[in-house]
């Protein structure tokens, strides 16, 4: 899809594009990552574009995550790693903390979960510079966190529409290339950029990054999806976690509304109106006769739709063992997301301490 840049602007992305390498400060934020921060830190070193410095801001690890980054440090005297401690920080805290401190001309920001292929930050700079986009990034390869079918099941199940909507970044564009969407993962962006909308959002837990493209959009730039940048993500393993993960996305994501109300996507808005619905017909089945018929017929077309879904993903992938499971998966994430938008919205955002 070709963008519709005006003059000014191509011609400072034509600029860009034949400049020389551009300084590039990677900053990594974390939290008890002891199983997962090597491997990231591996990837990174690998990449094929020459790295400035790269930013960890440990937000109060207590698993030995720190130990690990001391260690990296002295045996890749070369990689140039520095790291620093917030305690208590958030994510949104960790990371204006340690964009702060970079001295790069532009942040690619990753997460330790994320296992970025060898030639992400190059893409992500040539992305940013030759479409003189605010922000460049590409698409999710949702991994399993673990073996076996359940943690399978879930991996497809958040990479399909029907669990996640119209996301591009996880279901992937439409066409390939390089197309303007709402919000990508993680994100490649100037350090003008950054100061100019005035960083994350502190007051956000998750949903910090959605936030952050949206305000950049806001300022008159596009934020720009490439198909060939890729990351690996690595899903939650279990029901439990992936519930727990959902109610925070929809906790956080009706506590943005409040400040972004025009933000608010129509993948976003489904689970928190199906939820809804269920809660209201289901207390008007008390006193209303027709209220049970219609929320028997609701959820029973919901579980048609769930099962042929799931059908047709267990056929594609030649595994037959997630079928009882995708249904699960995908009213875990409906009903959590919309349980923790309505909560908030509830309880006035406070907190609950049921969590």
Not at 49 to 74: A, F, K, M, N, W
Not at 229 to 258: E, P, V
Not at 260 to 270: D, E, F, K, T, Y
Request: one cysteine or more; glycine letters at 8%; charged letters at 20%.
């Amino acid at each position: 899809m070709t963008m519709n840049l005006d003059s000014a602007v191509r011609r400072a992305a034509q600029r860009d594009a034949t400049s020389p390498h551009c300084t590039v400060s990677v900053v990594v934020p974390c939290l008890n990552e002891v199983g997962s921060i090597e491997q990231l830190l591996d990837a990174v070193r690998e990449q094929d574009y020459p790295l400035h410095e790269v930013i960890v801001v440990d937000c109060g690890s207590t698993d030995g995550t720190l130990d690990i980054l001391q260690r990296y440090q002295r045996e890749h005297a070369s990689f140039p790693l520095t790291f620093t401690v917030l305690p208590r920080g958030t994510i949104p805290k960790g990371l204006n903390a340690g964009i702060r401190s970079a001295t790069g001309e532009v942040i690619v920001r990753l997460d330790a979960h994320s296992r970025p292929i060898d030639t992400y930050i190059r893409l992500s700079v040539e992305t940013l510079m030759q479409t003189g986009a605010g922000v460049a990034g590409g698409v999710w390869q949702i991994a399993p966190g673990v073996a076996g079918t359940a943690a399978k099941a879930i991996t497809c199940a958040v990479a399909h529409p029907l669990g996640a909507g119209d996301a591009a970044y996880r279901i992937g564009p439409s066409t390939p290339g390089r197309t303007p969407v709402d919000t990508v993962p993680y994100g490649c962006f100037r350090r003008s950029t950054w100061e100019k909308i005035g960083g994350y959002n502190e007051k956000l837990q998750t949903n910090e990054d959605y936030e952050f493209n949206y305000r950049v959009r806001l300022g008159g730039q596009a934020v720009v999806l490439d198909s060939n940048i890729r990351c690996t993500y690595i899903a939650r393993s279990n029901l439990k976690d992936l519930a727990a993960q959902y109610f925070r996305y929809g906790w956080w994501k009706a506590k943005m509304l409040k400040r972004h109300p025009r933000s608010l996507r129509l993948r976003q808005a489904i689970p928190v109106g199906f939820v809804a619905v269920l809660v209201i017909l289901a207390a008007a089945s008390i006193c209303i006769k027709w209220a049970p018929w219609m929320l028997a017929s609701i959820l029973l077309l919901y579980g048609l739709v769930l099962l042929a879904v799931s059908v047709r993903i267990s056929k594609k992938a030649g595994n037959w063992g997630m079928l009882p499971i995708l249904p699960a998966v995908f009213s875990t994430v409906h009903f959590s997301w919309g349980t923790g938008m309505l909560v908030n919205l509830i309880m006035f955002s406070r907190w609950p301490k049921w969590r």
